[in-house]
């Protein structure tokens, strides 16, 4: 008895893991404009929640399987992050702001293999150097590295491009 209460919580926070995973990939799609992959993953995401439901549903008189769906939710929403941020789909938009070393940060970002676009720009103590790029979300992290060794106090954000058209592509080696 006590085995199959338990197995049965399990199973439905497993469902649960899945499911909420699955729907946090999926709103990423959704953002990016991947229409028919957000689809594909909306289905399996009901279809998921609906045996998930029905068994909780069907067993509101154990505790159990209440604490391994609202458990499931939980695990399922931090493994859904997890795995987007190792998925890391689409692409980032990087402005890069330099006092003094601009044009050597365009062109170690350009030898890397990378697009740079380089502007002057007006900071609030004078001139500066603006350098923008587009690459890949997984490529993020080793391009902060090579803007870092060239100039450490560069000023830095980083933010997500919805959609990305022409351009300089890199093209991962």
Same mark, same amino acid.
């Given at each position: 008895m006590v085995w199959t209460v338990l197995s049965s919580a %399990? %199973?439905?926070?497993? #469902?649960? %893991? *899945?499911?909420?995973?699955? =729907?946090? *990939?999926?709103?990423?799609?959704?953002v990016r404009g991947k229409r028919v992959e957000a689809a594909v993953l909306g289905f399996l995401e009901v279809s998921i929640?609906?045996?998930?439901? !029905?068994?909780? *549903?069907?067993?509101l008189d154990t *505790?159990? /399987?209440?604490?391994?769906?609202?458990? =499931?939710?939980?695990?399922?929403?931090l493994m859904g992050m997890w795995l987007e =941020?190792? #998925?890391a789909l689409g692409h980032a938009d990087i402005h890069i702001v330099s006092m003094t070393k601009g044009p050597e940060l365009a062109q170690k970002v350009r030898q890397a293999g990378y697009g740079a676009t380089q502007?002057?720009?007006? =900071?609030?103590s004078g001139p500066v150097h603006l350098i923008e790029v587009v690459a890949p979300r997984k490529r993020v992290t080793h391009l902060l !590295? %090579?803007? /870092?060794e060239v100039d450490a106090t560069s000023f830095v954000t980083v933010t997500e491009a919805r959609q990305v058209r022409h351009g300089y592509q890199h093209i991962v080696k």
């Open positions: %399990l %199973l439905i926070f497993a #469902l649960r %893991l *899945i499911e909420v995973s699955i =729907g946090t *990939i999926r709103t990423t799609m959704v929640w609906v045996v998930a439901a !029905s068994q909780v *549903i069907g067993h *505790i159990w /399987n209440v604490v391994g769906y609202s458990g =499931g939710y939980v695990a399922g929403t =941020g190792r #998925l502007l002057p720009a007006q =900071g609030q !590295s %090579l803007v /870092n």
